[in-house]
């Protein structure tokens, strides 16, 4: 059995930003962090417009009161507000230590830091790497890992969480080269797994976005918060699904229909492009289904509609959002600067996840916490986002949570001993599982099912909702999750067996996807991305308050914990 004082899950901004501040705070401290894939092809290496923060560089009379407003406003109320002034106090201090490490921001032409436009937020306040900020970020987190002599198990999949009584005490891991289990244990355990954007057929996700750290949490016991709440990022780019940047609108981009109109005028005058991600996400999907889509080949009637840049001109979208503009080109041969871009709806983030306080600690219901046990980024849930994400927060929670969640771990581990762990028990359970998917002799391929599944999720819980509709979504996917018995791998092998990762994901995935509708199922309203066509309104009075939802085998039990309001009363939202 392997040890360290903290083993840490996920290679991304929130578990290399973690394993940095442990590092800063006690250099003597034991610390691994361990990811599926290279840390480096974490989905934070692929963000794209930049990260919020009050930086004043732009707009001058900007603060952090207003980032907070803005933040709490989009969120429909939901983002627990003691969280999310933490957010917006700490960002600039957050932006201007990634500068000291090294990160390569965009730059005005006095030399500060370059602020952009972004959905929902006030000003301008939003520091970006022209389009490439997650890249830029990442690569400077991963080389501080080396630097501070973090352990890092690269290529290792996390099978599960080791959680007893009320502990958590480590995780099962296989070596993907070898398929060599390993159980490690430490003093603290953190989670920082990303988002789970593969339980939907089209998503601007990469394809280890399948929820891995949420489904062990869940079948560990803990519970999952406002899973509910799903973005859909409107500008997917069709029929691929990979993203096309909210920053090509914040760099004055149109979003026009089959009829030429910029339709955005009908759903957020004031605003127009520039509204939040689930006002503009609706509004597509309602010009498509009103006939004012396009086709990819300009045809009325389509299921896209256009992203339309050419007013900005040859050199401002080279200058500013290359990366997009070569998206396009190579991937459905459009070139932006002469043509628009064919768009529409992508899942693309989590806001619910893994319930943590402010300190990234685990909660385990409304009110206790689970020992030795930690997470942030996108699979948690310290509610920042609520209802709704702004865009650019994401970055900010990564690295705002991400440095929080590493300081209190620090803290919390000093004078604690290693947790007894019978070893051999976990071994065996996770053989025998490996064992059984090999030795499964079904007749269905695993595509197959994984395919059936996010059409599944994607008909029955997409942008809109109603009872009926997701009632059907569950028990399709009933059938489903009786369907995995059937699956067979092609590859028995112990070298590099792909096929046996995509089981378990897929395994993942499903567990995810039951949340999800069942926590939608039972939210009679319409708040944030959650949008019920049989509850068009907000209701405050029943459901201002988070889901908490306990997996098990025998059905997921539902109980609500209550919203942290310190200065912004709920109001109406309009933009
Ligand atoms: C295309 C795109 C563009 C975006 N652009 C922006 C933007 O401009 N601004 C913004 O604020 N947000 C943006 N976001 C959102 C933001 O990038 C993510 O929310 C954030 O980067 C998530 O970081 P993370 O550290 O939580 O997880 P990730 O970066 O997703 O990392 C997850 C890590 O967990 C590891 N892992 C998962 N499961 C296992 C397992 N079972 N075993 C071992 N390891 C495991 C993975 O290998 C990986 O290292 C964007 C997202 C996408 C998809």
Redesign the pocket.
């Known amino acids: 059995m392997r040890e360290h004082d903290v083993i840490i ?9 973690a394993a940095l501040e442990i590092k800063r705070t006690d250099p003597k401290l034991n610390v691994a962090l ?6 480096i ?12 923060a009050t930086l004043k560089n732009v707009d001058a009379e900007d603060t952090w009161e207003a980032h907070a407003f803005d933040t709490v406003k989009g969120s429909d109320y939901l983002a627990d507000q003691d969280a999310v002034e933490i957010l917006t106090r700490e960002a600039p201090d957050v932006v201007i230590d990634l500068e000291h490490l090294g990160v390569l921001f965009s730059r005005l032409p006095d030399g500060r830091i370059a602020q952009r436009a972004f959905g929902g937020h006030s000003h301008r306040r ?1 520091c ?1 790497a022209a ?1 490439k ?2 890249h830029a970020i ?1 690569h400077e987190l991963v080389s501080n890992l080396r630097k501070n002599d973090v352990t890092v198990y690269e290529e ?4 599960r969480l080791i959680l007893e009584d009320g502990q958590a005490k480590g995780v099962v ?1 296989f070596n993907l080269l070898t398929t060599h289990l390993q159980v490690v244990r430490a003093k603290a355990v953190m989670f ?4 789970y ?1 593969r339980v939907f057929n089209t ?4 394809f ?3 929820g ?2 949420l489904a ?1 949490s869940a079948l560990a016991g803990v519970p999952l918060e406002d899973m509910e709440f799903v973005q859909f ?1 409107p500008t997917g780019l069709y029929p691929v699904g ?2 096309i ?3 090509v609108r914040g760099e004055g981009a149109y979003l026009i229909n089959s009829e030429g109109d910029r339709f955005m005028a009908n759903y957020a005058p004031s605003k127009m492009e520039l509204a939040p991600r689930d006002i503009t996400s609706r509004a597509i999907a309602l010009e498509i289904r009103a006939g004012r889509g396009v086709h990819p080949d300009g045809n009325p009637g389509g299921p896209c509609v256009y992203l339309d840049l050419r007013h900005m001109g040859k050199e401002k979208i080279m200058s500013r959002i290359p990366f997009c503009w070569e998206e396009a080109h190579r991937l459905v041969g459009v070139d932006a600067v002469y043509e628009p871009m064919p768009v529409r709806p992508t899942a ?3 806001m619910g996840g893994i319930p943590v306080n402010t300190d990234g600690q685990v909660r385990s219901g409304p009110d206790g916490l689970v020992e030795g046990f930690f997470a ?5 849930c310290v509610s920042v986002h609520g209802a709704n ?1 702004l ?8 690295v705002v949570y ?1 440095k929080r969640t590493g300081a209190a771990i620090a803290q919390y581990i000093q004078n604690r001993k290693l947790p007894d762990i019978d070893e051999q028990v976990y071994l065996n359970a996770a053989q025998n599982k490996i064992n059984a998917l090999l030795g499964q002799s079904g007749s269905l391929r695993i595509g197959q099912l994984r395919q059936n599944f996010q059409d599944c999720m994607t008909q029955y819980c997409g942008v809109f909702r109603t009872e009926a509709l997701m009632q059907e979504g569950l028990n399709q996917l009933q059938q489903l999750k009786q369907q995995y018995q059937n699956i067979y791998l092609d590859d028995k092998g112990s070298c590099w067996n792909t096929e046996l990762i995509e089981a ?2 897929l395994r ?1 995935l499903m567990v995810v996807g039951e949340i999800i509708l069942t926590s939608a199922l039972n939210r009679q309203e319409s708040r944030g991305a959650h949008s019920r066509e049989d509850y068009p309104q907000r209701d405050d009075t029943n459901f201002l308050k988070h889901t908490l939802a306990y997996y098990s085998s025998a059905g997921i039990d539902l109980q609500y914990k209550s919203v942290a309001m310190t200065r912004f009363e709920p109001q109406e939202r309009k933009y």
């Open positions: 899950v996920g290679g991304g901004l929130a578990g290399c930003r361990v990811a599926k894939t290279h840390p092809r974490s989905h934070s290496v692929a963000a794209q417009g930049g990260m919020a939003t970006y389009d900020t997650g990442l290792w999949y996390v099978m891991m920082a797994t990303g988002g954007g998503t601007s996700n990469d280890a976005s399948t891995d750290g062990m990022h990979v993203l940047s909210e920053a693309h983030y989590s942030a980024g996108e699979s948690a994400r865009g650019s927060n994401s970055l900010l929670e990564c991400g378990l994901e993942n």
